[in-house]
């Protein structure tokens, strides 16, 4: 007969495991149909983390890098098989296909969980169960949530205790309640096979199922699975917004502070921007982090409010560098995982866009010999760094305000190499769903398939809504009802490209031209014209000086081409119809009142 497995390490590393019988009886159910060697309840002690990379190092899973050039840091080398986010076997499983939506790939719940147990079923024998209680949102936040994760991937735990508060704090924040809301969360690797990948969400159940890959995106459970796809369907539940946005503090020399939050889809530049520098014609302003890559935000006193549920960053770090974002590396200049980069003869981590000659010699993230000559990158393109937010100089002071901090400006964006301005300001907060409803962006390394393909993404949130996207537009403009004093609408693109294919905006600190313009007219001081597609700036409003840029490239990137727009508002149309009838009227109106305007000014 089996025995139940053993309780590991024995040492006392390890062992948080709550009170809570509901806790207990899952994981019990959980060990008992995978069958692991070992339960490891973990702690996120600094112990228990020496403990696990130790572990790691002796099974190859890490390499430890050189200790004077980058402390406390490693690289871990994924399948290459296995290196981004795998959209296509992303499932949310709701009782009817309808409250998936045309957005979603949707699998029958019961079906699924049965699919799904089989795949498990003796997946962890001789392998150690992983018990991971974390909370999302700073400790005394109303909107902080408890997940737990059973994992049997140490790389998982190493990341989870970057990027969330973990251990004692959510066992404490759980209590002992049967009934409180937590998130169940299975991660198997199983062999890595793609064919046996499967992403799998069940909304009602406050449960995600994930197995077969090891990649950031699909195996934290905390960030993509929970803090959006099962946030949002609980934001919509629970009357408030998870959202794909970064959230920065932007302060004047004066002291004058606002707060914005951006949605731009995955590998856009929601990191850079989160982390800006002002140019030096802006001395005295400071831009600060308060998140990177989701905010959960809610309606107090007729306001939104943001906080950052995440507690480090994994970021993208191809192009990361000290020109295109010096606090990202100063961030992750130690006490940072680091997967799929290139190793350098000395023991430094080396990838495409880093300042500096590319190294004579280096192994590839595939762990094959490289040199500037080969044909292959030395990083693979969605190559990341997991690293934790106080390593960021630019951190906001305000990051663990459990109330969050007031957001007056709201922008949307997407990387368009045509029609979309430089920025725009929507009319109202409908227009401004409208906007965010409608972006489109080219696709990137960030998820499997092609590369470069514009496609709708809406709010950023395409591979993100657990639930139908046309109820997701109507609570957002039910949001915007219960808001007296709502943040103003944008949508950027910092991607636009000229006649000769060359980029018309320098971007990176550069952008910090249109965030004053932002603040400008949230603080109603800052010029613009109307036209049919919303508020543009005139060259004149945005503040360019000492900026090295030829004239014709402003007036073009703030520009609108009439025939551009015809196209675009004709794919406005498509997107709509494609989502079978689900957008709501309101958003439709918006769509005939965008041509009308066009129309108008003929
Ligand atoms: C991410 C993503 O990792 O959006 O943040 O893919
Ligand atoms: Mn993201």
């Not at 509901?22 to 490891?40: C, S």
């Not at 059973?150 to 970057?162: G, H, Q, W």
């Not at 600190?509 to 597609?533: F, H």
Request: proline share 7%; glycine share 10%.
């Amino acid at each position: 007969m089996k025995m139940s497995p053993a309780i590991f390490p024995p040492s006392g590393i390890g062992d948080a495991r709550p009170a809570n019988q509901a806790v207990l009886d899952w994981v019990d159910e959980i060990a008992k149909l995978t069958e692991p060697e070992n339960i490891f309840w973990c702690d996120g002690s600094d112990r228990e983390n020496e403990f696990l990379i130790g572990e790691s190092l002796k099974e190859n899973l890490l390499s430890k890098l050189n200790q004077k050039k980058v402390p406390r840091s490693y690289l871990h080398r994924s399948d290459p098989n296995d290196v981004a986010r795998v959209e296509q076997f992303t499932f949310v499983c709701t009782p009817t296909k309808e409250e998936a939506g045309p957005t979603n790939n949707w699998s029958e719940p019961g079906e699924t969980y049965t699919k799904l147990r089989g795949l498990l079923k003796g997946a962890m024998r001789g392998r150690t169960l992983f018990v991971i209680p974390y909370i999302m949102g700073p400790p005394d936040s109303p909107l902080t949530k408890v997940g737990f994760e059973i994992t049997d991937s140490k790389y998982v735990v190493l990341n989870m205790r970057i990027m969330t508060r973990m251990g004692e704090i959510a066992v404490k924040r759980l209590g002992n309640d049967p009934n409180a809301e937590w998130n169940r969360g299975v991660h198997s690797l199983l062999d890595i096979n793609p064919e046996r990948r499967f992403i799998c969400h069940f909304p009602q159940d406050n449960a995600i199922i994930s197995v077969g890959s090891g990649y950031g995106g699909n195996v934290l459970l905390s960030k993509k699975c929970l803090a959006l796809r099962i946030g949002s369907y609980l934001a919509r539940k629970q009357g408030w917004l998870a959202e794909h946005m970064l959230i920065l503090g932007v302060e004047s020399p004066e002291g004058k502070k606002h707060y914005v939050a951006a949605a731009f889809p995955s590998a856009c530049g929601k990191t850079n921007f989160a982390m800006l520098i002002p140019p030096d014609h802006f001395k005295g302003w400071k831009v600060t982090t308060v998140g990177d890559d989701i905010a959960w935000m809610q309606v107090r006193d007729g306001r939104l409010y943001a906080i950052n549920p995440e507690n480090g960053y994994f970021g993208v770090v191809p192009g990361t560098s000290y020109k295109s974002n010096p606090n990202a590396m100063r961030s992750i200049a130690h006490d940072t995982l680091y997967t799929n980069v290139a190793l350098t003869d000395d023991g430094d981590v080396w990838w495409e866009g880093k300042d500096g000659e590319p190294p004579a010699h280096a192994i590839d993230w595939r762990g094959n010999d490289w040199t500037p000559n080969s044909k292959e990158k030395a990083a693979h393109p969605n190559s990341r760094f997991t690293t934790p937010m106080r390593n960021n100089p630019a951190i906001d002071s305000d990051v663990e305000k459990g109330g969050g901090v007031p957001i007056s400006a709201i922008i949307f964006g997407g990387r368009r190499r045509d029609t979309v301005p430089l920025v725009h300001e929507a009319f109202d907060w409908a227009h401004g769903v409208y906007l965010g409803a409608t972006m489109a962006s080219e696709t990137t390394a960030a998820a499997t398939g092609a590369v470069g393909k514009v496609r709708h993404d809406p709010m950023a949130m395409l591979p993100f809504c657990g639930y139908n996207i046309g109820d997701y537009f109507q609570h957002w403009l039910d949001i915007g009802k219960r808001l007296t004093n709502p943040p103003l609408i944008f949508n950027v693109n910092w991607f636009r490209k000229g006649v000769t294919g060359q980029f018309l905006w320098p971007g990176f600190g550069e952008n910090m031209r249109v965030l004053k313009w932002i603040i400008d007219r949230c603080e109603q001081t800052g010029g613009a014209l109307k036209s049919p597609i919303g508020w543009l700036p005139s060259p004149h409003d945005l503040d360019l000086a000492e900026l090295d840029i030829d004239h014709k490239c402003v007036a073009e990137i703030l520009g609108i081409d009439h025939e551009e727009w015809q196209k675009e508002i004709a794919g406005h149309k498509e997107f709509f119809d494609s989502l079978g009838g689900v957008v709501p009227e309101e958003l439709q109106k918006q769509l005939e009142q965008l041509a009308a305007r066009f129309k108008e000014c003929l």
